[in-house]
């Protein structure tokens, strides 16, 4: 017979893990306990909150000890010192940092999450790894928070990614993102010059999602999505055009797609009908996010500092390609 060892074990709330409910805390603490024996250890008070028995929709607070009365194995489980985000390269052009967040200059080629081609390398293991080194990041003592990222690009698009530190700076920027309190621009260069210099595309989108490619209609269909793109040419040789982007909407692919539905495709996007040759220098679409603009139209908490602040990045790869003109 087989006994299993069951010794108190006790664990703080840190700020990190307030805010959230036991059970999902509990979730992310003890990844390989099925849940139905987390249920069952709660409903029979083998977990303990403050010393008082506790519920699954209990709200943790900041200081909360909460003791278990669990099999060893799932505190052994979740102590082991293999991180897989040290195996990212500490890798980044950093835009912006203060104590709450780090706004990223990701390079074309590098993955924001890891996907199914994943191979240790990813902007987010980057950052854990980076954050780790610097003494910021300490998952044994976080427990269930993990360094995160806001907003995601491309594989082959370049340029600003905000990364969250903590999990209340976490929290308001995806409020605030949703919002669309955050407004995000784009550098393109296009095929072609549009017959306007500036407008408001609109239309109606859909996703075949085996082939990860989208089609933009003009009215709506079963299942599209509304889609709305600002742009303006910032200057014309004739056969390309540079332009700035603002999605007004925030769908897969919405710029790549919405641009060529017009006949001005991007340079170096095959997959939605442009130009196979790319800039010099460049190996992917002619994309970039440069510039983020912080507007804040209700309060921000502890992000309230970054109300009306611009960023851009340094230097987009392909925006010299059609030369500023003298006059």
């Given at each position: 017979?087989?006994?299993?060892?069951?010794?108190?074990?006790?664990l703080q709330i840190g700020k990190n893990d307030a805010g959230q409910r036991l059970d999902k805390f509990l979730q992310k603490r003890f990844r390989t306990m099925p849940k139905a024996m987390m249920y069952m250890y709660i409903r029979k008070k083998c977990v303990k909150r403050n010393g008082k028995k506790c519920a699954?929709?209990?709200?943790?607070?900041?200081?909360?000890?909460?003791?278990?009365?669990?099999k060893d194995e799932f505190f052994e489980e979740s102590e082991k010192k293999s991180y897989?985000?040290?195996?990212?390269?500490?890798?980044?052009d950093i835009v912006y940092e203060d104590e709450n967040l780090i706004l990223l200059d990701k390079k074309p080629g590098v993955v924001a999450h890891p996907d199914k081609s994943y191979h240790f390398d990813s902007l987010i293991g980057r950052v854990q790894h980076y954050l780790y080194e610097k003494g910021e990041y300490d998952p044994e003592a976080e427990k269930a928070f993990s360094p995160a990222l806001v907003n995601r690009i491309d594989r082959n698009?370049?340029?600003i990614v905000i990364a969250a530190k903590n999990a209340e700076s976490l929290r308001i920027l995806n409020q605030k993102m949703k919002s669309r309190e955050l407004e995000k621009y784009y550098l393109c260069l296009l095929c072609g010059k549009p017959k306007r210099d500036s407008g408001i595309l609109t239309g109606y989108i859909t996703k075949n999602e085996s082939k990860n490619k989208v089609t933009v209609h003009k009215t709506q269909v079963e299942g599209a999505k509304e889609i709305r793109t600002?742009?303006?040419?910032?200057?014309?040789?004739?056969?390309?055009?540079?332009?700035?982007?603002?999605?007004?909407?925030?769908r897969t692919h919405q710029i790549r797609a919405h641009m060529a539905s017009i006949g001005h495709p991007l340079v170096g996007d095959t997959k939605y009908g442009g130009e196979k040759k790319a800039p010099d220098g460049f190996r992917s679409q002619a994309l970039y996010?440069?510039?983020?603009?912080?507007?804040?139209?209700?309060?921000?908490?502890?992000?309230?500092?970054?109300?009306g602040r611009e960023f851009r990045v340094k230097k987009v790869p392909f925006e010299d390609f059609i030369p500023p003109s003298d006059t």
């Open positions: 017979m087989i006994i299993a060892v069951m010794n108190m074990r006790t699954i929709d209990d709200m943790l607070r900041e200081g909360d000890v909460l003791t278990f009365y669990i897989e985000f040290l195996k990212a390269p500490v890798k980044l698009t370049g340029g600002r742009y303006q040419v910032l200057r014309s040789d004739g056969r390309y055009s540079l332009a700035e982007i603002e999605l007004l909407t925030g996010s440069y510039k983020l603009k912080f507007r804040f139209t209700g309060d921000a908490g502890i992000l309230n500092y970054l109300d």
